[in-house]
């Protein structure tokens, strides 16, 4: 039943925002009672964290992944597809945490919640930056590059495509890969290594 609450609230945030989903209209989505929210959560606010915790996709494996191709393959091709994984992510993620903005106690709610549990997306962000200076530390990457910043550009890349799928008209964008593959063009020179090595 709790899975199915999520299940139930996930949808009705994704495609009728935040302020629709009271503990009623959730009930209704899940075909359950709205007593029946309260045997499994405390209040909304409770179920909601659920949600961001629970009912979001995550890069987990990508990241899993690409700490495993450290030193293996193209860095360019691993971060290829990474940028792939993390715009699937970005784009089912920001339609949920988008309304979070509008409430202040319910965003300072599922924040800590999400730190506490490191699964906020400065998890996401400390992965690529791990991946970058472990390339870094054999000579695949620029030594003067900083591995936190080009986790930053790549990702914000990443978020921005996804944001504009939402803002935008469909024929607005290149579609993902194709897009994914721009992105780490446009960054790979900075990251060439300024000895001999392969990216």
Do not use: W
């Amino acid at each position: 039943m709790r899975h199915r609450l999520i299940e139930a609230a996930t949808q009705v945030i994704r495609t009728r925002g935040l302020a629709v989903a009271t503990s009623k209209e959730i009930a209704r989505e899940a075909n359950v009672a709205v007593g029946s929210i309260y045997n499994h959560f405390v209040d909304k606010t409770d179920l909601i964290t659920a949600v961001m915790l629970e009912g979001l996709p995550t890069l987990d494996d990508a990241l899993d992944q690409l700490r495993l191709r450290v030193g293996r393959g193209t860095v360019q091709g691993n971060l290829e597809e990474l940028s792939q994984a993390a715009i699937m992510f970005f784009a089912q993620y920001l339609p949920l945490a988008g309304g979070l903005f509008t409430d202040a106690e319910l965003h300072a709610a599922v924040r800590t919640k999400l730190i506490t549990d490191r699964r906020d997306l400065s998890t996401v962000h400390d992965g690529v930056a791990y991946y970058l200076a472990q390339e870094q530390q054999i000579s695949r990457i620029n030594r003067n590059v900083d591995p936190t910043v080009a986790a930053a550009v790549l990702l914000g890349a990443c978020s921005q495509y996804a944001l504009l799928t939402h803002m935008s008209r469909p024929d607005a964008l290149p579609e993902a890969a194709r897009y994914a593959t721009l992105t780490v063009f446009m960054i790979l020179p900075a990251l060439e290594p300024d000895i001999a090595g392969t990216c």
